[in-house]
């Protein structure tokens, strides 16, 4: 069966010769259920990552079974070729470290029926901007998107856990939207490794007061969902101007 299958020399020429053939993009078959070192591609000598992560082979698009279940811890660690990855609906776990390290990656939706999700996941994918996190996700663990050049992200409601630095070194990062009525808990230090001033947080305008109230979210720069915010990093210091649903203009300047 695929959860048993020991792959070889032989086994992984043909995957070469597959990519070779169609211009780096791997469709992996639907009866596979498990993806990782132990999985379906598990090369003895030296696991299925040495084989993603090749500079021989350029793994450029991978699309994983439609009932994937569990993509294993690593497994496709530093595939700097990787700039396309198709998850499947079906997909209840990502492990630690699953795509750290791709460096060419620039999108990926997360599935609603992910129950599971490994710190690390998408760390140092440096070109990663476009990312959709789907309702049904309830937890995002540490170290989600560090490194990454998100620019504007949306946090469902369903989240109710925020790991510690999941944001860290994402310098283009400006707004994070959260649909959560009820604050999110932050794990660790509750810091979710952006600047407290720069980076606007909006949150649905019921639940406005519950952040601000919050000890975890009172520091962040926070906003109502439909309010206007504009940020201007060319003048000295930081200009925001935040027009209410009122039509005031507001203008603050944070040396």
């Given at each position: 069966?695929?959860?048993?299958?020991?792959?070889?020399?032989?086994?992984?020429?043909?995957?070469?010769?597959?990519?070779?053939?169609?211009?780096g993009v791997l469709i992996l078959p639907d009866s596979l259920?498990?993806?990782?070192?132990?999985?379906?591609?598990?090369?003895?000598?030296?696991?299925?990552n040495s084989f993603v992560s090749s500079t021989d082979y350029q793994l450029r698009s991978i699309k994983?079974?439609?009932?994937?279940?569990?993509?294993?811890?690593?497994?496709?660690?530093?595939?700097?070729?990787?700039?396309s990855v198709y998850l499947p609906a079906q997909l209840k776990y990502i492990e630690n470290s699953a795509f750290q390290g791709c460096s060419s990656l620039k999108s990926v939706n997360i599935p609603s029926k992910v129950k599971e999700l490994g710190i690390n996941i998408f760390k140092g994918c440096s070109k990663l901007r476009d990312v959709k996190i789907e309702?049904?996700?309830?937890?995002?663990?540490?170290g989600m998107f560090y490194g990454c050049d998100i620019d504007t992200i949306v946090i469902p409601s369903t989240v109710t856990s925020i790991g510690n630095?999941?944001?860290?070194?994402?310098?283009?990062?400006?707004?994070?939207?959260?649909?959560?009525?009820?604050?999110?808990?932050?794990?660790?230090?509750a810091d979710?490794?952006?600047?407290?001033?720069?980076?606007?947080?909006?949150?649905?305008?019921?639940?406005?007061e519950a952040y601000k109230n919050d000890e975890n979210w009172n520091k962040y720069n926070l906003h109502k969902i439909?309010?206007?915010?504009?940020?201007?990093?060319?003048?000295?210091?930081?200009?925001?101007?935040?027009?209410?649903?009122?039509?005031?203009l507001k203008n603050r300047v944070n040396e």
């Open positions: 069966s695929n959860e048993d299958y020991q792959g070889n020399a032989a086994n992984m020429g043909a995957f070469y010769n597959y990519l070779d053939a169609n211009n259920v498990n993806m990782g070192l132990k999985g379906y591609v598990n090369v003895l000598a030296s696991g299925f994983f079974p439609s009932h994937l279940a569990n993509i294993k811890e690593k497994a496709m660690q530093n595939a700097k070729f990787l700039d309702e049904g996700v309830k937890a995002l663990p540490d630095n999941i944001f860290t070194s994402d310098k283009s990062l400006r707004n994070i939207t959260l649909k959560c009525t009820t604050p999110p808990t932050m794990t660790g230090k979710l490794g952006v600047s407290y001033k720069r980076v606007a947080v909006f949150v649905p305008e019921e639940a406005y439909g309010d206007k915010y504009v940020y201007d990093a060319t003048v000295t210091g930081r200009v925001e101007i935040n027009v209410n649903e009122m039509g005031t």
